[in-house]
T-cell receptor, first 116, second 114 residues
Framework: NAGVMQNPRHLVRRRGQEARLRCSPMKGHSHVYWYRQLPEEGLKFMVYLQKENIIDESGMPKERFSAEFPKEGPSILRIQQVVRGDSAAYFC??????????????FGPGTRLTVL | AQSVTQLDSQVPVFEEAPVELRCNYSSSVSVYLFWYVQYPNQGLQLLLKYLSGSTLVESINGFEAEFNKSQTSFHLRKPSVHISDTAEYFCAVTEEGGYNKLIFGAGTRLAVHP
């Protein structure tokens, strides 16, 4: 059973470009979470999605960031008009169900975004 | 709202010595507690978690953590560390009955020296 897949592993963008990060959850998992890890900091929750639904986006910046998890295909985190402060590692995690807070989340290897 | 504090950003230790990584949390509701480990350039892996029952939980590689409700702590310990334990360790909580959103501490970098 393949783990959580993220691509690309490294992404370099110039200021003002768009960044598109992809996440394929583990087989059988229908819950996806995105986290951001800034240098020398812990992970911060961004958004929680189920298939075709955004359940909790309380950690998403109000502008330029969006996420989706379509019926078919991977989850996408999209950052428009990137700025240097967006440089970070972006991790995706998946779980089989919500579980009221008890479920283990399985993390992908992350996408390291560098904005020049 | 919940918050997690990891009191030590870095912990250097010699091989085969014991280690304790400290974690305290703050929450107005009941929480579940987790320790994750991150090896260089990799994603996070679950080390252990406390949901209910015995307050002492153990992992398969010799780590253990004890939930102390009165002190709102969940410290991670290992009696004898190996070089391969060098990694970043994150303490995290989720809200009981919530959406499984993990709230992380800032992490503790464990460096094991020969």
């Amino acid at each position: 059973n393949a783990g959580v897949m993220q691509n690309p592993r490294h992404l370099v963008r110039r200021r003002g470009q768009e960044a598109r990060l992809r996440c394929s959850p583990m087989k059988g998992h229908s819950h996806v979470y995105w986290y951001r890890q800034l240098p020398e900091e812990g992970l911060k929750f961004m958004v929680y999605l189920q298939k075709e639904n955004i359940i909790d986006e309380s950690g998403m910046p109000k502008e330029r960031f969006s996420a989706e998890f379509p019926k078919e295909g991977p989850s996408i985190l999209r950052i428009q008009q990137v700025v240097r402060g967006d440089s970070a590692a972006y991790f995706c995690a998946s779980s089989p169900r919500t579980g009221g807070g008890t479920d283990t989340q399985y993390f992908g290897p992350g996408t390291r975004l560098t904005v020049l | 709202a919940q918050s997690v504090t990891q009191l030590d950003s870095q912990v250097p230790v010699f091989e085969e010595a014991p280690v304790e990584l400290r974690c305290n949390y703050s929450s107005s509701v009941s929480v579940y507690l987790f320790w994750y480990v991150q090896y260089p350039n990799q994603g996070l892996q679950l080390l252990l978690k406390y949901l209910s029952g015995s307050t002492l939980v153990e992992s398969i590689n010799g780590f253990e953590a004890e939930f102390n409700k009165s002190q709102t702590s969940f410290h991670l310990r290992k009696p004898s560390v190996h070089i391969s334990d060098t990694a970043e360790y994150f303490c995290a909580v989720t809200e009981e009955g919530g959406y499984n959103k993990l709230i992380f501490g800032a992490g503790t970098r464990l460096a094991v020296h020969p």
